[in-house]
């Protein structure tokens, strides 16, 4: 049971424009939801989070957008950078057990 | 750097031969965890522990095993590696998980199954 997806497995998009990534989840208990970067023969490193009571948080270029009622969040990027290129996973957070639920990545190339 | 290290990064071993990956910590985090990341699954929970001794299952924790003898030390065995076991194994740190706060990620080991 996939509880986060990211239905989208790639993205490509031009510099400077606005990136857009998605995650669909299914479970309500969420608290937290958190996006996760990942650049080749390197581990995740964290990027931005959103508690389940905000719709929106922003931390510079970046911000990640809930819609509860959707169970669905986005992450903009704008404007988007050669260097963002990167695997995006979002995760999510319920409190039980300190673990974070993981959906399976989008691949994010920003072109010249 | 996090603080975090993983060995080995690379290796490559025989099917039905055991394997043991290291992830070690000098950050002093209470939870540490082991996942796998495939293609089309993103990163899937194996094992992780909440303390010296203390562990539980993940969500593919079959043929897998886990010891945490120490703080900083943890340990993940593959007792008969299958090439479906074939995979990027990542260690990650935690402590409490909060807004803004989450997991501190290895760099990753790779392992092959032959």
């Known amino acids: 049971d996939q509880q986060v997806k990211q239905n989208s497995p790639s993205l490509s998009v031009q510099e400077g424009r606005i990136s857009i990534l998605n995650c669909d989840y299914t479970?309500?208990?969420?608290?937290?939801f958190l996006w996760y970067k990942k650049y080749p023969a390197e581990g995740p490193t964290f990027l931005i989070s959103i508690s389940s009571i905000k719709d929106k948080n922003e931390d510079g270029r970046f911000t990640v957008f809930l819609n509860k009622s959707a169970k669905h969040l986005s992450l903009h990027i704008v404007p988007s950078q050669p260097g963002d290129s990167a695997v995006y996973f979002c995760?999510?957070?319920?409190?039980?057990?300190?673990?974070?639920?993981f959906g399976t990545g989008t691949q994010l190339k920003v072109e010249l | 750097d996090a603080g975090i290290t993983q060995s080995p990064r690379h290796k490559v071993t025989e099917t039905g031969t055991p394997v043991t990956l290291r992830c070690h910590q000098t950050e002093n985090h209470r939870y540490m965890y082991w996942y796998r990341q495939d293609p089309g699954h993103g990163l899937r929970l194996i094992h992780y522990?909440?303390?010296?001794?203390?562990?539980d299952k993940g969500e593919v924790s079959d043929g897998y095993s886990v010891s945490r003898s120490k703080t900083e030390d943890f340990l993940l065995t593959l007792e008969s590696a299958t090439s479906s076991q074939t995979s990027v194994y990542f260690c990650?740190?935690?402590?409490?998980?909060?807004?803004?706060?989450?997991?501190?990620f290895g760099s990753g080991t790779r392992l092959t199954v032959v």
């Open positions: 522990s909440y303390g010296v001794k203390d562990t």
């Open positions: 479970n309500s208990m969420f608290d937290y």
């Open positions: 990650a740190i935690s402590e409490q998980i909060s807004m803004g706060y989450g997991y501190t």
């Open positions: 995760a999510g957070y319920t409190g039980g057990g300190n673990k974070l639920t």
